[in-house]
Antibody
């Protein structure tokens, strides 16, 4: 059974960099899938931040591209998100998920709330 | 970039059929996926590739996609189907891996 678990600070100061990690169990991230990050501001809808393929190729939401870096750590079977220059608008529940190529997200983590505040 | 439009809310009585639409320019040429999200929980995939159901999803959930509109249909609606529903596509024109619709709140009367 594929399981994903987000981890990282729950509070980030404005202008700093948000960093989250997604640990994966039950499946090797080196296999042929994409691995993505999705966020959901309180009371609002889902927004895909981006995805990374097992080769390291990345695909980012154009509206966030200038601030986002997604990377893989195959030795730890995990992948990471960095979002720079955060503001209060980046406060959200952040989910990691497995994604079929050019397609759907089939396994999701439980989500982690990140608040941007001084 | 590509935009998906959903109605904010749909209401239906138990036992009836709910239809939730997802509009997009020539969406019929794309593969559309649908998620159910209950309060405080992560989204769950209920329909993928327009009309396929993952293992464990009841047959009451079905999908279609043609022209400028994709539709999620929930037959014989139950109280437990009350949730937010989101459509999603991969926008190949911008390599945006996950364009989501704004979501539809399904209320079971």
């Amino acid at each position: 059974q594929v399981q994903l678990q987000e981890s990282g600070p729950g509070l980030v100061k404005p202008s700093e960099t948000l960093s989250l990690t997604c640990g994966v169990s039950g499946y090797s991230i080196s296999s042929a899938y994409y691995w993505g990050w999705i966020r959901q501001p309180p009371g609002k809808g889902l927004e895909c931040i981006g995805s990374i393929y097992q080769s390291g190729s990345t695909y980012y939401n154009p509206s966030l591209k200038s601030r986002v870096t997604i990377s893989l750590d195959t030795s730890k079977n995990q992948f990471s998100l960095k979002l720079s220059s955060v503001t209060a608008a980046d406060t959200a529940v952040y989910y990691c998920a497995r994604q079929r190529g050019y397609s759907y997200f089939d396994y999701w983590g439980q989500g982690t709330l990140v608040t941007v505040s001084s | 970039s590509y935009v998906l439009t959903q109605p904010p809310s749909v209401s239906v009585a138990p036992g009836q059929t709910a239809r939730i639409t997802c509009g997009g320019n020539n969406i019929g040429s794309k593969s559309v996926h649908w998620y159910q999200q209950k309060p405080g929980q992560a989204p769950v995939l209920v329909v993928y590739d327009d009309s396929d159901r993952p293992s464990g999803i009841p047959e009451r959930f079905s999908g279609s996609n043609s022209g400028n509109t994709a539709t999620l249909t929930i037959s014989r609606v139950e109280a437990g189907d009350e949730a937010d529903y989101y459509c999603q596509v991969w926008d190949s024109s911008s390599d945006h891996p996950g364009v989501f619709g704004g979501g539809t709140k399904l209320t079971v009367l």
